[in-house]
């Protein structure tokens, strides 16, 4: 038969609890003088010079890229819309409906109609065009 035993763990020493705790009295295993022995500081605190050493190790950010959205829009070629009968609204909703575009996508990129082709019916796009695109649904649209 076997005892049941109690596991004790033994505590952690309390610093600066008078001269009886054994981590007491004059300075409580700070050292002796300076900075650190008076006060709380942080981990990263450097001193006055955070500028000049914090900042320098960070890399720059170099390049023409810096200033792009992380994200680009899903592009969709203008002759893809030619499916839709004539008149009809394009917008988000529709191109999922049709499968043109995954809904993950939509949500997460956006959505962006781009040349390549040329658009034959006239539409009511509700979408983010380039230019040359956006021609084209107006000449369309003023016959």
Known sequence: ??????????????????????????????????????????????????KKSFIKRLPFLRGKGKLKPAVKPVAIKVSSLNVFPENSVVDEKLLIEKGIVKKSDAKKRGIKIVGGGKLEKKLVVKLPTTASVLKQIEALAKK
């Open 1 to 50: 038969m076997l005892k049941k035993v109690k596991i004790v763990e033994k505590r952690k020493k309390r610093l600066g609890r008078g001269y009886g705790s054994g981590k007491g009295g004059h300075t409580s295993s700070r050292g002796q003088k300076g900075q650190k022995t008076r006060g709380k500081i942080g981990v990263i605190f450097e001193g006055v010079k955070v």
